[in-house]
């Protein structure tokens, strides 16, 4: 588990200004108590790594000072960059999550870009919004803990179920996931199942999943219009939300060279904070179908969690 020194804490009455060092800060609900980024927003605290600050030092040549790029907390020991959205820094009183890396740079009407020529904050800085309160001072430690997507999926087929059929779908889709998000940096934590074609079997599941809040669920079979292709039957009614574009658009792709793809009553959408995708049961559509909605994912994740990249 990396471990990250607190260097200094910093404040400012003022967006867009030089930050001034204090003894220690104050994490409520809403940010920092006196600083100007506090609100009811995901940008609350703002956080930038020496090894950045070091490297602005070499090119501008001269020396920087903590929370002269407006930084509330400065840190040491861990690439801040290298973090991603949802993953969490906890001490023994506080806890924040990690909810953008980076920003658009104001430039010229930026009194921190005025006073350094630069600034590596849009580019190597994060910022967090307060999950637990408390005080942080100067030498205190931040715990970072990766957020590991929690990934379901769930084989439905009566044969595999029954064992006359080996399952290739799931462990395919398994392997796609693992591979696209190690890709990015995100840790993946994925479980199987394989369930007979059966209604009350899958809701059970489901249900299951998204009360331990599962990040995403993925089924595979069962989205045809054969007398036990019941999936999308289960899951459309339970979906808070629908997201129609993702499946439409797949369909319509593959559809315009395969006409039997056009078949397909894939569905996806949203149970609580969970992503909920159906795809259909053959390894060739997983592969297809996994191509274009693991690119969607990441983005997703951030709007369920009220985390969008906005400015």
């Known amino acids: 588990m990396e471990r990250l020194s607190v260097i200094s804490v910093n404040i400012s009455d003022k967006k867009g200004t030089i930050k001034r060092p204090v003894n220690s800060i104050k994490l409520g609900q809403m940010g920092i108590e006196g600083d100007a980024h506090a609100g009811k927003w995901h940008r609350q605290v703002s956080l930038l790594g020496t090894e950045s600050i070091e490297k602005m030092q070499q090119a501008t040549g001269r020396k920087l000072h903590p929370g002269e790029f407006a930084e509330n907390i400065t840190t040491q020991g861990f690439p801040l960059y290298k973090m991603h959205p949802l993953d969490r820094l906890i001490s023994d009183e506080i806890e924040l999550e990690v909810t953008q890396i980076g920003k658009k740079c104001h430039g010229e009407k930026c009194a921190v870009f005025k006073e350094t020529g630069n600034c590596v904050m849009p580019r190597e800085g994060i910022f967090c919004r307060v999950v637990r309160g408390g005080r942080l001072k100067t030498n205190d430690v931040l715990e970072y803990r990766p957020k590991v997507l929690q990934v379901r999926i769930i084989t439905l087929s009566d044969r595999v179920s029954s064992g006359e059929y080996e399952d290739k779908s799931g462990p395919l889709l398994g392997q796609l996931t693992e591979e696209y998000f190690s890709k990015t940096g995100r840790v993946t934590a994925i479980q199987y199942a394989v369930i007979p074609d059966e209604p009350a079997s899958l809701k059970l599941l489901l249900e299951s999943y998204t009360l331990e809040q599962s990040d995403i669920v993925f089924t595979t079979g069962g989205t045809g219009i054969g007398p036990r292709d019941i999936t999308p039957d289960v899951i459309r009614p339970m979906l808070n939300k629908e997201i129609p574009g993702i499946m439409e658009m797949i369909r319509v792709k593959y559809g315009m060279q395969f006409p039997n793809a056009l078949v397909s009553r894939s569905v996806a959408g949203i149970i609580g904070k969970?992503?909920?995708?159906?795809?259909?049961?053959?390894?060739?559509?997983?592969?297809?179908?996994?191509?274009?909605?693991?690119?969607?994912?990441?983005?997703?994740?951030?709007?369920?969690?009220?985390?969008?990249?906005?400015?």
């Open 274 to 311: 969970t992503l909920v995708y159906a795809l259909p049961g053959s390894p060739k559509a997983v592969g297809e179908y996994a191509d274009e909605i693991l690119k969607t994912i990441e983005h997703s994740l951030r709007m369920l969690h009220e985390i969008g990249s906005h400015e």
